[in-house]
């Protein structure tokens, strides 16, 4: 197990397309989080898993995305009609129970 | 919403010179954590820090916390060029870690 991964890296789409994003986390986290971050930002908080349960989303996250974990292993985050302002990075993160995320490379969405 | 705020935003030292990078945040924590992302890349966990714990080291990083000013620093001694990245704070609330904005080093060989 060589970390956090997540596909693709990149993803250029027109807007009004839907995109889905996938983490891979590490296999024994328990726990699996998604980010958003924007250029000179700090990561924001979109939403996570407690297994296989969502267990918290953000005010952030619109009734546009959605994201799965089923049987509790990698997670999905889909964006429908995408808009210019969902441009960004993705970032997924795992973690066991405590504190101390590893992250992911993250996938970078550029909307046209 | 962001619960750190880092100071300075940017921060541009030559190699050798130490970095100091101060978070502020605003609620109570159990442990506040600092990351370093590099130029298009995930974030990587440096150091944690406990409410009970005012000082940490961990090679050539010191970390401190102040929790009755809640604020925490990060310095980074003798910079390497290497050292060029993102630096983040990062506090749990309720299930999940918030950051703040970040500082963006640059160490000039």
């Known amino acids: 197990d060589t970390g956090v991964s997540q596909d693709p890296r990149h993803k250029i789409t027109k807007r009004g397309q839907n995109v889905t994003f996938r983490c891979d986390p590490i296999s024994e986290h328990n726990r699996l989080y998604w980010y958003r971050q924007t250029l000179g930002q700090g990561p924001e908080f979109l939403t996570y898993?407690?297994?296989?349960?969502?267990?918290?989303k953000s005010r952030l996250l619109s009734d546009r995305f959605s994201a799965e974990r089923p049987k509790g292993s990698f997670s999905t985050l889909e964006i429908q009609r995408t808009e210019q302002g969902d441009s960004a990075m993705y970032l997924c993160?795992?973690?066991?129970?405590?504190?101390?995320?590893?992250f992911g490379s993250g996938t970078r969405l550029t909307v046209v | 919403s962001q619960q750190g705020e880092e100071d300075p935003q940017a921060l541009s030292i030559q190699e050798g010179e130490n970095a100091t990078m101060n978070c502020s945040y605003k609620t109570s924590i159990n442990n506040l954590q600092w990351y370093r992302q590099n130029s298009g890349r995930g974030l990587v966990h440096l150091i944690l820090i406990r409410s009970n714990e005012r000082e940490k080291h961990s090679g050539r990083l010191r970390v401190t916390l102040d929790t009755s000013k809640k604020s925490s620093s990060l310095l980074i001694t003798a910079s390497r060029a290497a050292d060029t990245a993102s630096y983040f704070c990062a506090t749990a609330l309720g299930g999940k870690l918030i950051f703040g904005q970040g500082t963006e080093l640059s160490v000039k060989p």
């Open positions: 898993f407690q297994n296989e349960a969502q267990l918290e």
């Open positions: 993160a795992s973690s066991l129970d405590g504190p101390g995320y590893t």
